[in-house]
């Protein structure tokens, strides 16, 4: 149960009241329970189909937590991240992630992401890579505006990386990952509501839009698509970049 809303482009609309900057990673074990409701009250508003329960389980496995608040100090904005090991390689794989409509544009989740996995990355001596799997095309389109090099992709593939993906999402989902496809069908899936699934005309004009919907033709189900990018400064494109510190 992961995915994303976030919405990379610079916005210009106006809100209808002010969104503060404010974000913080926490670790999961400090989160109060009023934390708790306002998380998963901002998750079932985009997406369908999750329980309370479905949601604290794949909690508790969490690690981390990056929020965000709005001006009051609500939580508008939301990342779960955990980390395990891999043939000697950390990996970071998000869980449940949700930016709230209007906070979109906004690059606070972005910066705190990046920032935090950066560090954990230089204390290490091996190589560190980012897991994900996305049913919405807004999660996947975070890896070519920050990133390099990753899988899958529209225009290369990478036999290493592709590889290393197999080896992780079958450690992690087991039989629920489809090695011919990518896809990982979960049992208890949670599509975005269909208002914020629809890629409009974006697909006819942005190739990497264009390959996550055939990739995952299944995405309005719920279906993911998992992907693997690494994560070091020498991967990270000019917007990428930007977010350090």
């Known amino acids: 149960m992961t995915d994303s809303i976030l919405d990379l482009r610079a916005s210009s609309s106006p809100r209808s009241e002010p969104i503060a900057e404010a974000g913080a ?30 949601f604290e389980r794949d909690l508790e ?9 709005d001006a009051r100090g609500a939580i508008d904005g939301f990342s779960t991240l955990m980390r395990f090991e891999h043939d000697g390689r950390d990996i970071f ?8 409509e209007e906070r979109r544009g906004t690059p606070e989740l972005s910066r705190l ?51 290393l993906l197999d080896g992780v999402a079958v450690r992690r989902f087991g039989d629920a990952y489809d090695r011919a496809t990518g896809i990982v069908r979960l049992a208890t899936p949670s599509p975005l509501r269909a208002a914020f699934a629809d890629a409009g005309e974006r697909a006819a004009h ?35 970049a930007r977010m350090l510190r």
């Open 113 to 163: 992401w990046v920032n935090h996995v950066r560090a954990a990355a230089q204390r290490t001596d091996g190589e560190v890579y980012w897991f994900l799997i996305s049913s919405g095309y807004r999660t996947y389109r975070f890896l070519p505006v920050f990133f390099r090099e990753f899988h899958p992709r529209f225009d290369h593939r990478s036999s290493e990386l592709a590889s």
């Open 25 to 54: 990673v926490v670790l999961r074990r400090d989160l109060s329970a009023r934390d708790r409701d306002e998380m998963f009250a901002l998750f079932a508003a985009y997406f369908s189909g999750t329980a309370r329960a479905v």
């Open 206 to 240: 942005d190739p990497h839009v264009r390959f996550f919907l055939e990739a995952n033709p299944g995405h309005a189900r719920g279906d993911e698509l998992a992907c693997i990018v690494r994560v070091a400064e020498d991967n990270l494109t000019p917007a990428g």
């Open 93 to 100: 794989f998000s869980g449940d992630t949700i930016v709230a």
């Open 61 to 69: 496995e969490k690690e981390w937590v990056i929020v965000l608040r």
